[in-house]
Every structure is written in C-alpha cells, then in structure tokens.
C-alpha cells in the first residue's frame, strides 16, 4: 500500500478502490446517525499498529480521543455529498470531497472525536487540548492534520482539526517540520525533478 498517495479534487481514486480493513471501534462510540447507522469506523489493516499506539497514547495523555469515522467507500461518499447538497446546496462541494477524491476511500484518514464531559463528541474544535495534542505529537505515529489553517487555498478545503492522514512516520517527520502540506510536498518534489 502506498501510505504517501495523494488522493485530492486533481488525484481521484477508482471507483473500486478498496483496502484490506479491520474495524477500530466496534461502533459502541457511534454517538450520531450516521446514513448507514451500521457503519462502524474502520481503517487499512496495514496502519493498524500506528492506529493503537496514537489512541493508546493519547489515552494515557488524558486525550480520550476516538477514530469518530475512518474508510468510505466511493458509493458512501456520493450518498454523504448527495446529503449534504440538500442541506447545503452548492456550498456541499467546498465542505466535502467527491466521490473518488475522499482520502477516507484509502483506508488511512481519520476523523476524531473525543471524551467531553461523560459523552463523546464530534465537536471539534481548534483549542481543544485534543487538537493541541494531536498537533503536536500524531506525526510520531506517521500521522498529519490534512487540511491546517491557512493552507486552504493549497489543499482546496476548509481548515479541519479533526481530520488525520496517515502518511507514514517519515513523510509525517519531513511535513510537520517544514509546515506543508502533501500538496506542497510533491510541488517541491515536482520542481527538484
């Protein structure tokens, strides 16, 4: 598996594309409807240890931080768009990927959501001391946020500190300490080459 893909508006994935699997959380965390109520947030099987070891860290940090969604498939994505465009309008296509342009279709992004006051939630927001954490310390795991602040010109999304991508511990090292994103990173790959 190639953990360094960039999957965006301009580097879509197949319809088909789909990773070996494993679920994170057997949904007894899934705190709010999601279109299918059975979905249970899932992840590639080949970062799974990555995956543990944040989580586990993070816990003992007193971050009760939880995988809140995981892998879509290409068929979920368009359903989520669909609803969202009926809620939203044309305002959906700023605020979700379309089918074929999710990482969440890769197996290796990650929504977050965390412990707050005896329940969990999905709202997350920029000062959390979970988001500071995660800032600060998901690239040890092969972690990066996806779409920071100021950059969203770059990545073509609003700024979402809840979203995680699994890039490998090396790539995750060279993008937290030069500040880019994976969008800046093959430009300057691009440009050397």
Do not use: C
């Not at 994170?24 to 299918?36: G, L, R, T």
């Not at 359903?79 to 044309?90: A, F, P, W």
């Not at 090292?173 to 093959?186: A, F, R, S």
Request: glycine residues 6%; proline residues 3%.
């Amino acid at each position: 598996m190639n953990f360094e893909i960039l999957v965006n508006k301009n580097n879509l994935l197949s319809k088909d594309y789909k990773p070996k699997l494993y679920i994170v959380d057997d949904n007894k965390n899934n705190f709010h409807n999601y279109i299918d109520p059975n979905l249970k947030p899932k992840m590639a099987l080949e970062i799974k240890s990555y995956v543990d070891k944040l989580l586990n860290d993070a816990w003992k940090s007193g971050m009760f931080i939880i995988v809140d969604s995981g892998y879509r498939s290409y068929e979920y994505q368009e359903k989520v768009l669909k609803s969202l465009i009926e809620k939203k309008g044309e305002e959906a296509y700023r605020l979700v990927a379309l089918p074929g342009s999710s990482e969440h279709q890769t197996g290796l992004a990650m929504d977050i959501a965390y412990l707050k006051n005896g329940i969990y939630s999905d709202d997350v927001k920029d000062s959390d001391k979970e988001v500071e954490w995660m800032k600060k310390n998901s690239y040890k795991y092969g972690f990066i946020l996806r779409y920071p602040k100021g950059k969203e010109e770059i990545t073509g999304y609003d700024y979402e500190p809840w979203h995680y991508r699994f890039v490998g511990i090396n790539l995750a090292k060279i993008l937290y300490d030069q500040n880019i994103t994976m969008e800046e990173y093959y430009s300057l790959k691009r440009k050397k080459a």
